[in-house]
């Protein structure tokens, strides 16, 4: 009776346990391997406790895995730091000239390099943020705008090499 009941008692942590492994290999796979590469542009703020900047990388990497694995990678490297703000975009001169994220453009005459932004990284410790937004490339000013779209990949759950996954935001 009682290798029945060790069998048992091994089968249900095997079934309850199933979707919380898949969940934490689902995001193990998506910080792990090499980041994307990417080069970086402008700076908006280097300081001890924040980094601020613009950075180019392909559009192929434009995805919730790879951006997920950048996030992991990027959190690595700053890791002194309690807030990091990342702007992401698909042309390297957009990501040095880019220098109005507020306003909504740089100041440079006729060239809007918004159009070339398609997703920030935020990682806020005292606001308890870590969040990805992308925009979708047919709709490159949605920026924080709130609309999410239907395909939203609303969180990749499970804890990776830095802890839990950025909460993952299509716009």
Request: aromatic share 8%.
């Amino acid at each position: 009776m009682t290798r029945t009941r060790e069998v048992l008692t091994l089968v249900v942590w095997l079934i309850i346990s199933t979707p919380m492994a898949a969940s934490t290999q689902e995001c193990a796979e998506a910080t792990c391997g090499v980041p994307p590469k990417y080069r970086v542009g402008h700076i908006w703020e280097d300081a001890p406790s924040s980094i601020m900047m613009n950075i180019s990388m392909r559009k192929a990497d434009f995805t919730p895995s790879r951006l997920i694995c950048l996030a992991g990678a990027l959190k690595q490297k700053y890791a002194s730091r309690k807030h990091i703000n990342i702007l992401m975009f698909t042309d390297h001169r957009a990501a040095e000239r880019y220098t109005a994220p507020f306003t909504g453009d740089s100041p440079l005459p006729r060239t809007n390099w918004a159009l070339r932004k398609h997703a920030d990284y935020i990682f806020d410790v005292d606001a308890g943020e870590d969040t990805i937004y992308i925009r979708h490339f047919d709709e490159p000013n949605a920026a924080h705008s709130g609309k999410v779209s239907a395909d939203v990949d609303d969180r990749v759950k499970g804890e990776g090499p830095g802890g839990k996954c950025p909460k993952v935001v299509w716009q």
